[in-house]
């Protein structure tokens, strides 16, 4: 049985990805590891040939989802950078550390976002 809390999680993200259009997913990698701990390996395939990649690695403390580990990564159809936000502490003097967003010439604090601002952020960069 799953945590309700992460239950709810995984059924949004589903929820979103198939609200959008014109994109193909390649791969949805739902592994739950435990009823409090989950992962998600996902690729997104938009119409102009971009590529979203989605992995995070969940876990629900005291009924509420916490990410011990997240990246976002999206590239156009070159597969040139558009952005990527990530966990991974390389940045450490960036005010978010360890989260941060990468940006084709610059690496800029920000902190985690939402899956559905991810998508909509992919949607918008994606389609002039």
């Known amino acids: 049985m799953w945590h309700e809390v992460l239950a709810n999680y995984l059924n949004r993200v589903e929820q979103a990805l198939m609200a959008l259009e014109d994109v193909y997913v390649e791969r949805?990698?739902?592994?739950v590891l435990t009823p409090q701990?989950?992962?998600?390996?996902?690729?997104v395939r938009f119409s102009e040939g971009q590529l979203l990649e989605i992995n995070e690695a969940i876990v629900v403390e005291e009924d509420v989802l916490m990410w011990l580990d997240y990246r976002y990564h999206y590239q156009d159809q070159g597969n040139r950078l558009i952005?990527?936000?990530?966990?991974?502490?390389?940045?450490?003097?960036?005010?978010s550390f360890p989260h941060h967003q990468h940006l084709p010439d610059v690496v800029i604090a920000c902190e985690k976002?939402?899956?559905t601002d991810v998508l909509r952020e992919a949607i918008t960069k994606g389609f002039p």
């Open 28 to 31: 949805y990698v739902e592994e």
């Open 37 to 43: 701990r989950a992962t998600l390996r996902i690729r």
């Open 83 to 95: 952005f990527r936000y990530d966990s991974t502490p390389h940045f450490p003097d960036l005010s």
């Open 113 to 115: 976002p939402d899956i």
